[in-house]
């Protein structure tokens, strides 16, 4: 993956984008990003993901009806930004 092609997944209420170092989240007041290095933990279920900091700010994807079906496409991305977050503690 490079920066001139990152993951997008395009949700009802929220596009996420990930180019290998920087998760972003659009459809908020304001874009939301966050580098990986700063991802300390990843938790997920069925209405929603959240994505943990060391600084202790979460940054929230929530699933609305109609999303379920581009969950394997979240999941890839979440799967991405998992291996590269290497501040990601045991379990997140």
């Known amino acids: 993956m490079s920066a001139?092609?990152?993951i997008e997944v395009?949700?009802?209420a929220t596009i996420v984008s990930f180019d290998?170092?920087?998760l972003e989240l659009f459809g908020h007041r304001d874009a939301?990003?966050?580098h990986a290095k700063?991802?300390?933990s990843i938790k997920a279920d069925e209405k929603q993901i959240t994505f943990g900091t060391r600084n202790q700010m979460n940054y929230d994807i929530v699933l609305?009806?109609?999303d379920k079906a581009l969950?394997?496409?979240l999941d890839n991305l979440v799967d991405t930004v998992r291996r590269s977050a290497p501040n990601l503690e045991e379990g997140g």
């Open 4 to 6: 001139d092609q990152p």
């Open 10 to 12: 395009v949700l009802r």
């Open 20 to 22: 290998g170092r920087v």
């Open 32 to 34: 939301q990003r966050v």
């Open 38 to 40: 700063e991802i300390t």
């Open 64 to 66: 609305n009806d109609g």
């Open 71 to 73: 969950r394997g496409d």
